[in-house]
């Protein structure tokens, strides 16, 4: 942002549980907000980002300078909402240039009443949550004609102090649907949008424990005609529709916690439907199979992280969003790892030696490689296709 515009924007507080302040721009909602400050290394995909509910009550730090460039539109949302707590990036291009555009990604942040802060040094931050680790934090987005006071800063670090431990939260059943509903939009296509699955083939049954949309869409790409409900959903609800699959998605918080999730996936699992988890979806599989997990130091959230299939070597970039990990020393006999990290060594995907349930950490659904890993989609058609044939 040009120095001689930021009057344009009021100024803005950024706090640390560690007590590092911040100055900056708001360019967001007037207001303070709080949450688990973590940050992510993608390029593009700020407003997928934002929408994901893995990331509620989380501040997320773009590291990449420039954020914005082309606006946002109606069509990339992974949510009704956004569900980031907050929005940290170093410069807001004051022109914005799409052919999709709808609107400024500061709109967008103002309609949605998210508080953001620009103008900050995010590589001083990034480097200070690399080496700390994820910390919680508070933004402090202060109206037209307001100043920074001392005052708003002691307010902003007693905020971010104050503010939850993410360990130990159970927020799969905060932003999980209420009522179940049946999914049929398949994948995006230029020229003519998103497109409505016609012939179905299978039928998932999609525990929505903060699902992204684009999971549901490539489900029903696949011939998946696909009905969601609510986390809390006993298993024998769910077996009682008769699936060919389920799924078991992505989500916030800790999983430890979702001790409904963990149940229900034991018994589904046991009972020999084909089964899929991303994410949270993954940590819940591995719990229900009696491993542990663990919050990570250092989280993962991006669009750049290499992940090898340990079954046939293939390295695969992936999109990255946790800050928790399941403990691959935990694995139980009748679970096998499939892929790792090769950024840390991390387990990144497990899958049952005797049952078809399988899971993987990373968001197959996202599309940094640009289709990398969505092989496994396929994967769990093949397993459905095959049970059905059995």
Not at 47 to 65: A, R
Not at 339 to 352: K, N
Request: net charge negative; with cysteine.
């Amino acid at each position: 942002m040009l120095l001689s515009l930021k009057g344009n924007f009021p100024p803005a507080i950024l706090a640390l549980a560690d007590g590092t302040v911040f100055i900056g721009n708001s360019i967001g909602a007037t207001g303070t907000t709080v949450g688990e400050v973590v940050f992510n290394t993608a390029i593009t995909g700020y407003q997928e980002i934002l929408t994901d509910p893995s990331y509620c009550q989380q501040i997320v730090t773009l590291t990449y300078p420039h954020i914005g460039n082309y606006g946002v539109n109606t069509e990339d949302v992974e949510a009704d909402k956004v569900y980031a707590a907050g929005l940290i990036i170093k410069d807001l291009p004051l022109l914005a240039s799409n052919f999709r555009q709808t609107e400024t990604l500061s709109q967008y942040l103002v309609r949605e009443n998210t508080v953001a802060i620009a103008n900050i040094d995010t590589r001083k931050l990034t480097r200070l949550l690399r080496s700390k680790g994820a910390q919680n934090g508070a933004i402090v987005g202060l109206a037209q004609g307001q100043v920074v006071t001392q005052a708003l800063i002691d307010e902003a670090l007693a905020a971010a102090k104050a503010a939850p431990n993410m360990a130990g939260l159970d927020l799969a059943k905060v932003v999980s649907t209420k009522t179940s509903y049946e999914w049929t939009q398949t994948e995006w296509v230029l020229g003519t949008g998103y497109g409505k699955l016609e012939s179905p083939q299978f039928h998932v049954v999609a525990y929505d424990y903060g699902v992204k949309l684009n999971i549901l869409r490539m489900l029903a790409q696949r011939g998946c005609k696909v009905t969601v409900v609510p986390a809390q959903t006993p298993a024998a609800d769910v077996l009682a529709m008769k699936p060919d699959g389920v799924f078991l998605s992505n989500g916030p918080g800790d999983p430890e916690p979702c001790d409904y999730a963990i149940a229900a996936t034991r018994t589904i699992v046991d009972s020999g439907v084909p089964t899929f988890g991303i994410c949270l979806g993954h940590q819940i599989m591995a719990l229900a199979a009696g491993a542990k997990t663990f919050k990570m130091t250092n989280s993962h959230h991006g669009a750049n992280h290499p992940v090898k299939d340990l079954d046939n070597g293939r390295v695969s970039i992936t999109s990255q969003n946790h800050g928790f990990a399941v403990d691959m020393q935990s694995l139980p006999a009748h679970l096998r790892a499939t892929h790792v990290s090769l950024f840390d060594g991390t387990l990144q995907g497990l899958a049952h030696k005797d049952k078809p349930a399988f899971c993987f950490q990373g968001h197959p659904e996202a599309s940094p490689g640009p289709h990398d890993i969505a092989y496994l989609f396929d994967r769990f058609t093949d397993a459905m296709r095959a049970a059905k044939a059995a």
